[in-house]
C-alpha cells in the first residue's frame, strides 16, 4: 500500500519560512514523480512544485519560483518543500502526490499524481 505523510504545515506570519515534508513508503521511491499540490478555499488545486527521484528535475509554478525550493532525500524516502519569504496568498492546504515513473520530468498537472496524502494546513497571515 502506498502511503504519503505529510507534515510541517503551520500558521506563520508573512515573510516567514516553513518546510513541509512528505515521508513515501510502499513505493520504489527512486522511480517516481512527487509533486506538492496545493488547494485554497474555493479554488482549484494547483500544482506548486514536482521532482522527479531518479534525476532530480525539479520544477515549480512561476508564483513560487525563488521562493520555493523541492528537494528529496532518496535515503529517507522523504521529500521536502522549503518555503520562504511567504505570503498570504500561500495560504492553503498543501497536499503531496505522486506516481510511479522512470522516465525524465516531473509534471506540473494534479490529475498526472495517482497517490496522495492527506495534506497539511499552511495558513500565512499578514
Known amino acids: 500500500e502506498v502511503q504519503l505523510v505529510e507534515s510541517g504545515g503551520d500558521l506563520v506570519q508573512a515573510g516567514g519560512s516553513l518546510r513541509l515534508s512528505c515521508a513515501v513508503s510502499?513505493?520504489?521511491?527512486?522511480?517516481?514523480?512527487i509533486g506538492w499540490v496545493r488547494q485554497a478555499p474555493g479554488k482549484e488545486r494547483e500544482a506548486v512544485s514536482c521532482?522527479?527521484?531518479?534525476?532530480?528535475?525539479?520544477n515549480y509554478r512561476d508564483s513560487v519560483k525563488a521562493r520555493f525550493t523541492i528537494s528529496s532525500d532518496n535515503a529517507k524516502n522523504t521529500v521536502y518543500l522549503q518555503m520562504n519569504s511567504l505570503k498570504p496568498e500561500d495560504t492553503a492546504v498543501y497536499y503531496c502526490?505522486?506516481?510511479?515513473?522512470?522516465?525524465?520530468?516531473?509534471?506540473?498537472?494534479?490529475?498526472?499524481?495517482?497517490?496522495w496524502g492527506q495534506g497539511t494546513q499552511v495558513t500565512v497571515s499578514s
Open positions: 510502499g513505493l520504489s521511491f527512486d522511480g517516481a514523480a
Open positions: 521532482i522527479n527521484t531518479n534525476d532530480h528535475y525539479t
Open positions: 502526490a505522486a506516481y510511479s515513473w522512470d522516465g525524465p520530468l516531473c509534471p506540473m498537472i494534479p490529475l498526472a499524481y495517482n497517490y
